[in-house]
C-alpha cells in the first residue's frame, strides 16, 4: 500500500556514533540491561536492571552511579532544569520509589537527590505504567498498572508541602500522561489507558472529558511540539491520531504496529513493525533481533523525511539537534538532519518545487532562497511546456528575479497570455519600468485586448505605477487613441492629449475645449503649437479662445471670481497673451485675424504696433479687394478711422509703405500730415497733377514750410500746359511772404518755356519799383547822417580850440542865483551851488544833469561791445532775419571789426576833470 | 477567537474530487494545482458572520480512498453538516453518490444537514453529469444542491455559508439541541467583553488549527 503513503525522502543521515576518543563505535553500554533512557541538556541518560544510572555527555564521556539498590524503571529528564526524576526500587517487591536527582548539586560525586517518595496509589502498591512532570515543577503525574493516576502537587523538588490525591481510576493499565497548559491557566492532564484516552482539566475540579474509547499500548503517546499546537499524538495500528482537551483532531492513516512515538521539531519519529505488508516472516537482525523501522514524518508538509530499519530499537533521544537511536545490539545512531540547501536540492532533482517551497517556508528560509526556489520552479515548469504555472511562479520571483529573464522567455508570440499575466503582476509590485509598460500596452494591443487594456489604463487611481507617456505613445502608435486620450487626461500630460485629439482623432472642438481648460501659461503654449491647425478646423471657437486668452484668460472650469479675490487678500494676477505671438495663426483666415484684432484693439488700446500694423495691413487688403463702391467707400473710412484714431500705436513708415502699396490716397495724404512730411503731400499732389491740391496744400502748411511755395512755383512753372492762374498766385504768395529774390523768381520761371513775361511782369514792375524806392530812402538816411556826423565833429573842435564862457547865473539843481563856490560843466554848460553839486552828483566827474544822458550812451555802446563778440548769437540772428545783410551791417556799426576797443570811461574822466 | 456557536463540518465523497481543494479555497482562499493524497482526516476552522453572529466553522477533510473509510467513518459523529462531493467530470464519483449517503446517514446524526457539491464547474468541456441530474438526486434526497468550482472559488464561499445558514435556521427552530454536543453544534464560550471585539471573520487556520 505504498501508494497511500506520503512522498519518502532521505533527509537525515545516519551514523553509528563513535567514541572521539578511540574512534571506535561507541559501545560502552555493549553490557548494560537497560530499563529505561531519557535526555536533554546535551545529555543522554540510561537506567538499567541493576539500578545505575549512566550519563552520556556530548563527548560520549559515560558516567554512572547507583541510583536504586534493584531496578531503576522511568526515568525523565526536565527541559528547563538540570533535574533528573527517576522511579525504581530500592527494596525487593513491588515498591516503586520516585527520586528527584538535582544534576548540578553534587554530593559525594553523585547528583544529589532531593526528594524520595513512595508512589502508592491509595493503600494497595501497584507497579508504576507511566509518569510524567510539568515544566513547572509543580505537577507530577504518577499512572499506575491498575488504571489509577496519582497527581502530586506542589513542589516536585521537595517532599514537604506537596499533596497527591487520585484524579483517575481507570480499569486497565495507564500507558500515557501527558500534561497541557492551555491559555493562560487551564491546565489538562491527558491520560491514556488500555482502553480510553481521557483528558482531565485540573483547573476545573478535575473534569473529565473522554476524547476516545480506545487507548493505546505503553510507547505510542507523545505530545507535538508548537508547530502542531501541542496536541497529543497517540499511535493506533490503524493510524495515528491527535487530541486536543476537549475532542479528536485529525488523523493520519500510518497504517502498522507502532511500538513508539517520538517528537522532534515538528517531526514524528515512530518505531514500528511492519507486520502486515511484508510478505515474509520479520526480518531478523544479528543475534536473531527482530528488525523494526523507524520513520520521521514532516506532519506540517506531508512527507517522509526518513525511513530505515533498525533491530530492536530500545528507545529514540532526541538530544542536541538530532535524533540517537538506542538499538537492541546497544549501539547509538544517530541521526543527522540536512541542512535546508541540500534537502531542496534533492527536492529539486525530483522536480518537486511545491515541496520544495512548502519546506522552505516552514523552515524559514530567506527571501532570497525562496525566490531561487520559485525560480527553479518556474524553469522546470517551463521545460515542461506548461508556461501557465511557469508564470504563476515567476511572477512570485518579481521584486528579485531580473525580470529580463523571463520577458525573454516568453517573448514568443504565441506566450504573449503569459507574458501579459507577468507583466500585469510587475506592474501590480510596481517594479515595471517604461520598457515593461511599453511592451504590457503592446501585449494587449496585439491581443487585442481592450477590456484588460481599459482596466490598465482607466482604473489605475493609486500612484501612477508605470511611464504614463510610454503608455500614452504605445497607445497611440498601436492606435488606441481614446486610451491614450484618457491616460493623457488624466495624468495632465497636456500636449500629448492635444497631440492625440488634433493628430488622430481629430476633434478639434474638443482640443479646443480642453485647451479652454488648462491653466494659462499650458494654454498658452499649447495654443501657439496647435493654433494653426484649430484655426484652419474650427476658426470661429479659436477665435474665440483666442480672445479670452488674451485679454484676461481664467480655465473655463473655474469659477469667474476664484475665492481669493472674494476675500480680497489676494488679487488675482490678470493673465493674459500677447496677442502678436498668436497673428500667425490666423494664416488664411484674414477675416477672423480682423476680427480677432479689433476686439484686442477694442479691448486694449494700448495694444503693440504688430498689432494695429497688421491690422492696418488687413483693411488695407481687403479694401483692396472690394469691388462693391459703398462698402469700399465704407472701408475706407474704417482704415482711415483707424489711421487717425489716437490709440492706434502703428508704425508710421510701414503704414505709409503699406498705404502706398495700396493706393490709398486718403491714408498717404494722412501720414504725411501726420508725419509732417509736407514736401511729401505737395509731391504727391504734384505728381497726381492736382493743381488745385497743390496751392491748397501750399496754402495750409505754408505757414510751417515756406519752401513748399518755391516748389509750387517750379513745378508749375515747368508745367507744359498753360496754368497762369496758378502761377500768379504763387508769385502773390512768395512775393508776400518775401520768399524768394526776385533774381530767383526769376530764373526759376526763366529755366522753363512756359512761364511767359506776361506773367512776371507785374511782379518784376512792382520788385523794382519797391527797390527803387528803398534805394532813394536809404540816400537820404546816409546824408543826413553825414551832416550829423559833421555837426559833432564840429562841436568838438570847437570844445578843443575855443574857451567856454560860463554865463549861467542860476544853478542848475536848485534853480536859484548862482553863489560861490560854484562847479561849472562843459557839457551845455550846465553850472551848480558847490553844495547843491555835491548832493546831487554821484561822483565828482560828472554832470548831474547830463550823466544820465551819458551813461545811456554808455550802456548802449558798452551792449554793442559785448554782443559782437556771442558769435552764435550773431549766426541765429544772421540766419532768421529776413534780410541777411542788414544784420551784418548792424554788428558792422556795433564795431565788430574794430581793432582798438573804446574805453570811454577815460575819455569822460580826463575832460570833465579838467573843467574843475 | 470568540463565536456565537461552533458548526462541525465533514467533507466526504470519492477519491480526486476536490475535497481538500475545496477546503483549501474557503480556509485560504487558494487554490494548489497538484495536491497530495489525503491520508486519513485533515482539519481546517473559518468564522464567519450569520444574522449578525459569528459562526465558527470548523470542517473536516476526509480522505476519500476507500482503505480509509474505516478511519473516516468515525469522523461523521459528531457533525452539523456534511458536504458531499462529487466530480461533473467523472460520472463514477456521482454514481456512488448513495453509497457515500447511506454511510453518513447511518453514523451520523438524523438532523445533519447535508449539501450536494458538484466539484470543478471550470471544466465545463470534460463536464459528464448535467446539472439537471445533480439537482434531481438533491431533490430525490432532500438534499441542498450547489455546483462549485475550487480553483475558480466559484460557488465555494455560498456552499459552505448556505450550510451553515441551513444549520443556523434549524437552530432557529429548535430542530437541534445545541446542549447535545454530538450534535456537532457546540454554543461559544463565556468570553469577556474585550475579547469579544477581536477576531471577527478571520480565516481559520491550517490542519490541527487552533480547536477549542
Not at chain 1, 494591443?445 to 500614452?472: C, G, P, Q, Y
Not at chain 2, 481538500?20 to 494545482?33: A, E, G, I, M, Y
Amino acid at each position: 500500500m505504498a501508494f497511500l503513503q506520503w512522498r519518502r525522502f532521505n533527509f537525515f543521515d545516519k551514523e553509528p556514533v563513535k567514541d572521539p576518543a578511540t574512534d571506535q563505535i561507541f559501545d560502552q553500554l555493549k553490557d548494560v540491561n537497560v530499563s529505561a533512557c531519557t535526555s536533554g541538556r546535551g545529555q543522554l541518560i540510561v537506567g538499567d536492571f541493576e539500578g545505575n544510572l549512566y550519563f552520556i555527555n556530548r563527548q560520549m564521556e559515560l558516567t554512572a552511579f547507583r541510583a536504586y539498590e534493584i531496578r531503576v524503571t522511568h526515568l525523565l529528564q526536565l527541559k528547563q532544569h538540570n533535574l533528573l526524576i527517576s522511579i525504581g526500587e530500592d527494596e525487593p517487591g513491588i515498591n516503586p520509589l520516585i527520586k528527584v536527582w538535582n544534576l548540578e548539586k553534587m554530593e559525594r560525586g553523585n547528583p544529589a537527590c532531593t526528594r524520595l517518595t513512595r508512589a502508592i496509589p491509595g493503600n494497595k502498591p501497584t507497579p508504576v505504567s507511566a509518569f510524567t512532570v510539568h515544566e513547572n515543577l509543580n505537577f507530577m503525574a504518577v499512572g499506575f498498572e491498575n488504571g489509577i493516576v496519582l497527581l502530586y502537587k506542589g513542589d516536585v523538588t521537595r517532599e514537604r508541602h506537596s499533596k497527591s490525591r487520585i484524579v483517575y481510576e481507570g480499569n486497565k493499565c495507564v500507558t500515557g500522561l501527558a500534561f497541557k497548559t492551555q491559555g493562560k491557566q487551564d491546565l489538562f492532564l491527558f491520560v491514556v489507558t488500555e482502553n480510553s484516552t481521557v483528558a482531565i482539566n485540573l483547573t476545573a475540579k478535575d473534569q473529565q472529558t473522554l476524547l476516545e474509547n480506545t487507548g493505546a499500548s505503553i510507547g505510542c503517546i507523545t505530545m507535538s511540539d508548537a508547530s502542531q499546537d501541542n496536541q497529543l499524538v497517540i499511535g493506533r495500528q490503524d493510524a495515528v491520531y491527535f487530541y486536543q482537551p476537549d475532542g479528536r483532531g485529525p488523523c493520519l492513516a500510518f497504517e502498522g504496529l507502532k511500538l513508539q512515538l517520538h517528537w522532534f521539531r515538528g517531526y514524528l519519529i515512530i518505531v514500528g513493525r511492519e507486520s502486515k505488508t511484508l510478505p515474509r516472516a520479520p526480518v531478523l537482525g544479528p543475534h536473531g533481533m527482530e528488525m523494526n523501522t523507524v520513520t520521521v514524518y514532516d506532519i506540517q508538509n506531508k512527507f517522509i523525511a526518513y525511513s530505515a530499519p533498525y533491530p530492536q530499537v530500545i528507545d529514540v533521544l532526541c538530544e542536541s539537534g538530532s535524533i540517537f537511536i538506542f538499538t537492541g545490539d546497544r549501539k547509538l545512531y544517530q541521526l543527522q538532519e540536512k541542512d535546508t540547501q541540500s534537502k531542496l536540492e534533492m527536492l529539486f532533482k525530483k522536480n518537486n518545487y511545491a515541496l520544495a517551497i512548502s519546506l522552505a517556508k516552514s523552515q524559514q528560509l530567506d527571501q532570497d532562497g525562496l525566490i531561487d526556489i520559485f525560480t527553479q520552479y518556474g524553469d522546470h515548469l517551463y521545460s515542461k511546456g506548461d508556461h501557465d504555472g511557469a508564470i504563476d511562479q515567476y511572477i512570485k520571483t518579481i521584486g528579485k528575479l531580473e525580470a529580463s529573464y523571463v520577458i525573454r522567455k516568453f517573448l514568443d508570440a504565441q506566450r504573449i497570455h503569459n507574458l501579459t499575466k507577468y507583466l500585469q503582476a510587475l506592474h501590480m509590485s510596481q517594479t515595471a519600468t517604461e520598457e515593461h509598460t511599453t511592451l504590457l500596452l503592446n501585449c494587449y494591443t496585439k491581443l487585442k485586448d481592450v477590456s484588460k487594456l481599459d482596466e490598465f489604463i482607466m482604473t489605475k487611481n493609486r500612484a501612477v505605477d508605470f511611464d504614463v507617456e510610454t503608455a500614452i505613445n504605445v497607445c497611440r502608435q498601436s492606435g488606441y487613441c481614446a486610451h491614450a486620450l484618457a491616460l493623457a487626461e488624466k495624468h495632465r500630460k497636456h500636449e500629448h492629449y492635444l497631440k492625440i485629439q488634433i493628430e488622430d482623432i481629430k476633434d478639434y472642438q474638443k482640443a479646443l475645449q480642453y485647451i479652454g481648460k488648462l491653466d494659462f501659461e499650458s494654454a498658452e503654449s499649447n495654443l501657439k503649437q496647435y493654433g494653426k491647425v484649430l484655426m484652419n478646423e474650427v476658426p470661429k471657437q479659436t477665435t474665440e479662445l483666442l480672445k479670452r486668452l488674451c485679454t484676461d484668460y481664467k480655465p473655463t472650469d473655474k469659477p469667474l471670481i476664484d475665492q481669493n479675490s472674494l476675500d480680497g487678500t489676494l488679487p488675482s494676477k490678470i493673465q493674459k497673451a500677447n496677442a502678436e505671438e498668436f497673428i500667425h495663426i490666423f494664416v488664411n483666415n484674414s477675416s477672423k485675424l480682423t476680427e480677432f484684432l479689433e476686439h484686442m484693439i477694442e479691448v486694449q488700446p494700448n495694444s503693440s504696433n504688430l498689432v494695429y500694423n497688421t491690422l492696418l495691413e488687413l483693411y488695407l487688403h481687403d479694401m483692396v479687394h472690394e469691388k462693391d463702391i459703398s462698402t469700399r467707400v465704407d472701408r475706407e473710412r474704417k482704415t482711415l478711422d483707424l489711421l487717425k484714431n489716437p490709440d492706434a500705436n502703428y508704425d508710421i513708415d510701414q503704414a505709409l509703405i503699406l498705404c502706398q502699396m495700396n493706393n490709398f490716397k486718403a491714408g498717404i495724404l494722412y501720414l504725411y500730415e501726420k508725419a509732417h512730411l509736407y514736401q511729401q503731400i505737395l509731391r504727391y499732389h504734384m505728381e497726381h497733377l492736382e493743381h488745385l491740391h497743390v496751392i491748397e496744400t501750399c496754402k495750409k502748411f505754408g505757414q510751417q514750410d515756406p519752401q513748399l511755395w518755391i516748389q509750387a512755383l517750379s513745378y508749375f512753372a515747368c508745367k507744359e500746359e498753360y496754368c497762369k492762374s496758378q502761377l500768379m498766385e504763387v508769385l502773390s504768395h512768395i512775393d508776400k511772404k518775401n520768399l524768394l529774390p526776385p533774381l530767383m523768381v526769376i530764373q526759376i520761371l526763366a529755366h522753363h518755356s512756359t512761364a511767359t513775361l506776361s506773367v512776371v511782369k507785374d511782379y518784376i514792375v512792382r520788385h523794382l519799383q519797391l527797390e527803387n524806392d528803398q534805394i532813394a530812402e536809404d540816400e537820404r538816411l546816409i546824408k543826413q547822417y553825414r551832416e550829423d556826423t559833421e555837426k559833432k565833429r564840429t562841436k568838438i573842435e570847437e570844445l578843443k580850440t575855443s574857451a567856454k564862457v560860463f554865463q549861467a547865473s542860476k544853478c542848475n539843481i536848485c534853480s536859484h542865483s548862482l553863489e560861490l563856490p560854484s562847479v561849472h560843466f562843459l557839457c551845455e554848460p550846465h553850472s551848480y551851488h558847490q553844495h547843491c553839486f555835491e548832493s546831487y552828483a554821484e561822483n565828482d566827474m560828472e554832470c548831474p544833469v547830463c550823466a544820465p544822458e551819458n551813461r545811456k550812451i554808455m550802456d548802449i555802446i558798452r551792449a554793442q561791445e559785448q554782443s559782437k563778440d556771442i558769435h552764435e548769437f550773431f549766426h541765429n540772428q544772421l540766419e532768421r532775419a529776413p534780410d541777411g545783410f542788414s544784420v551784418v551791417a548792424d554788428y558792422f556799426g556795433r564795431g565788430v571789426f574794430n581793432k582798438v576797443t573804446l574805453i570811454t570811461d577815460q575819455h569822460s574822466k580826463t575832460s570833465n576833470a579838467s573843467t574843475r | 477567537m470568540s463565536y456565537a456557536y461552533l458548526f462541525k463540518y465533514i467533507i466526504i465523497g470519492d477519491t480526486g474530487v476536490g475535497k481538500s481543494c475545496l477546503l483549501l479555497q474557503f480556509t485560504d482562499k487558494r487554490f494548489q494545482p497538484v495536491h497530495d493524497l489525503t491520508i486519513g482526516v485533515e482539519f481546517g476552522a473559518r468564522m464567519i458572520t450569520i444574522d449578525g453572529k459569528q459562526i465558527k466553522l470548523q470542517i473536516w477533510d476526509t480522505a476519500g480512498q476507500e482503505s480509509f473509510r474505516s478511519i473516516t467513518r468515525s469522523y461523521y459523529r459528531g457533525a452539523a453538516g456534511a458536504l458531499l462531493v462529487y466530480d461533473i467530470t467523472r460520472r463514477d464519483t456521482f454514481n456512488h453518490l448513495t453509497t457515500w449517503l447511506e454511510d453518513a446517514r447511518q453514523h451520523s446524526n438524523s438532523n445533519m444537514v447535508i449539501m450536494l457539491i458538484g466539484n470543478k464547474s471550470d471544466l465545463e468541456a470534460r463536464r459528464e453529469v448535467k446539472k439537471e441530474e445533480g439537482e434531481a438526486f438533491a431533490r430525490e434526497h432532500g438534499l441542498i444542491f450547489m455546483e462549485t468550482s475550487a480553483k475558480t472559488a466559484a460557488n465555494v464561499e455560498e456552499a459552505f455559508i448556505n450550510t451553515a445558514k441551513e444549520i443556523y435556521q434549524k437552530i432557529q427552530d429548535g430542530v437541534f439541541d445545541i446542549n447535545n454536543e454530538a450534535n456537532g453544534i457546540k454554543i461559544g464560550p463565556q468570553h469577556s467583553p474585550a475579547s469579544q471585539s477581536l477576531n471577527v471573520g478571520g480565516s481559520g487556520g491550517n490542519q490541527g488549527g487552533n480547536c477549542c
